[in-house]
């Protein structure tokens, strides 16, 4: 009960009339943002970010969350009209969505699409409301092993569960490391990488970095491969068309509940919006009575994706806001937004800065009725973005990513800063580097380095202070397994191989 009355003191924060108008601001802008093909939320946020300075931090993180909630929402349009998803996690919406689109009935599918996506989100905000103080309050009675134990599953889990090359991951991640080590050793007070440029001391700024990796690293990308628009069909949506799809929802209760708990659970583990939408689509394809007809236009082809991608973007923030480690890249540049704000994610958050932290929840419901309310009132607007040419759209990213970089330090060394991370974003998503373990890296480099040289200073160097106690051991083996898991899967799979090839051979042949 104590977190319901919590609960609705958040609710009177954001609904200050200032913090309405920026949570609806927010919420379009997001949508905005998740139109435009491969701009994405953490995109968005990182761009947007610098605009946030002078506001109240919980104002601040209200505008920004909503525009998570909206790009989150927005990414489904361009995904069943133009068949080209808006973030990553739409790709799996395309397989039914485009197809109903085709057929005249982009109305319903982009209803199904919203609705879907609300209802992930409310699932996840649920178990946020409930699960984020009980995880925050263990959390106090952490020391810097067991926290060092957790960056390190953190770090572990993005090897475990990313896609692609587990080397290219690592290479990402220590690239990272190397970023957040420039400058003056917190510890020692010794110079670290600066080569003896003065300009170098300060390091580098997370929010610079992040703004050019993602911003500009994206429209050169975007710019390279010169994308063109073309519509399936006119998004409108009327209120019979609304209501006729309701209608027909609640046959896919088990699939949205399905790929809700999925999506959390990818969600709470680094795993993100993107597997989680393939996994549900994949499990729902495999399960449903209608499996064979996936990718011909099915209403549940549309729910098992959006449920999963929206509960897996919202319970991303649960370990940001409970243990100061993000879920998501997108969590991680919110996790930043914090620490320029003067605020210290973790378990301390919940004591220290309760309207902060229940304002965000508060935000995270009501963000998510108005983008619901927004989207399927305003889709013909936001369809009519993507007729914009991009040349007149790309000068205008570039010029408020260039303010946002100077706006941190008031200093020009910081644009040039931000063109060269543009070029290594660049190069990283060519040769398909992944950009989040980079990210992520920069961000919790240093924490990470602190708890475990604060840990081997207890410990006078012994390392098996990280197996300690139970929890601490629990979690460091946890994470070496996570570290291993690439070549754990693939032993299992030849062992597995192998049986049946034995079995095979001793099975006589009819």
Excluded at 75 to 104: C, H, K, M, R
Aim: charged share 10%.
């Amino acid at each position: 009960m104590e977190e319901i009355a919590a609960l609705f003191h958040g609710f009177a924060v954001v609904l200050s009339p200032e913090n309405f108008m920026l949570m609806l601001l927010g919420v379009v802008l997001g949508v905005i943002i998740g139109v435009l093909p491969g701009l994405g939320g953490a995109n968005g946020i990182a761009i947007l970010l610098p605009l946030t300075f002078s506001m109240d931090p919980t104002s601040a993180i209200i505008m920004l969350s909503c525009i998570y909630w909206g790009a989150l929402f927005g990414g489904a349009i361009t995904s069943i009209l133009f068949n080209i998803p808006g973030e990553p996690w739409s790709v799996a919406t395309t397989f039914d969505g485009y197809p109903l689109a085709q057929q005249g009935r982009a109305g319903e599918a982009l209803t199904a699409a919203f609705t879907s996506s609300f209802f992930g989100a409310f699932v996840a905000v649920v178990i946020i409301t409930f699960l984020a103080p009980l995880v925050a309050d263990f959390a106090l009675e952490f020391g810097p092993p067991e926290f060092f134990s957790v960056y390190l599953l953190t770090f572990c889990s993005f090897v475990a569960m990313g896609k692609g090359s587990p080397f290219k991951i690592i290479a990402s991640m220590m690239l990272g490391f190397a970023l957040a080590a420039v400058g003056i050793d917190t510890v020692t007070g010794q110079l670290r990488l600066t080569f003896g440029i003065t300009e170098l001391l300060k390091g580098f700024d997370f929010l610079v970095a992040v703004i050019g990796l993602f911003g500009i690293g994206e429209i050169l990308l975007t710019m390279e491969e010169g994308l063109e628009f073309r519509a399936a069909a006119q998004g409108k949506i009327n209120l019979k068309v609304v209501l006729e799809t309701w209608a027909k929802l609640p046959r896919y209760w088990i699939t949205a509940i399905r790929g809700s708990l999925i999506g959390c659970w990818l969600g709470i583990t680094p795993g993100g919006a993107t597997p989680a939408s393939f996994m549900s689509y994949g499990v729902a394809k495999r399960m449903s009575k209608d499996g064979d007809k996936f990718g011909t236009g099915q209403i549940e082809g549309i729910v098992a994706p959006e449920t999963a991608a929206h509960a897996a973007g919202t319970s991303a923030l649960l370990p940001m806001i409970s243990l100061g480690i993000p879920g998501s890249p997108t969590a991680a540049v919110l996790l930043g937004g914090l620490l320029i704000w003067g605020l210290q994610p973790g378990p301390l958050l919940f004591v220290e800065k309760a309207d902060f932290v229940w304002g965000l929840i508060a935000a995270m419901y009501l963000g998510n009725i108005a983008g619901l309310i927004v989207v399927l009132t305003c889709v013909p607007l936001f369809a009519a973005i993507l007729r914009i040419p991009f040349a007149v759209i790309a000068p205008v990213i570039i010029v408020i990513c260039a303010v946002g970089a100077y706006t941190v330090a008031n200093a020009q060394v910081d644009i040039w800063y931000m063109i060269a991370f543009g070029f290594i974003g660049y190069v990283f998503k060519k040769l398909e580097y992944p950009l989040a373990p980079l990210v992520l890296a920069i961000v919790l480099g240093d924490r990470a380095e602190d708890s475990f040289r604060q840990s081997m200073l207890v410990a006078q160097g012994d390392l098996t202070v990280l197996w300690s106690n139970w929890l601490v051991g629990s979690i460091t083996t946890l994470a070496l397994v996570m570290l291993f898991w690439p070549l754990i899967s693939k032993g299992l799979k030849r062992i597995r191989s192998g049986r049946i090839d034995t079995l095979q051979e001793q099975r006589p042949v009819e």
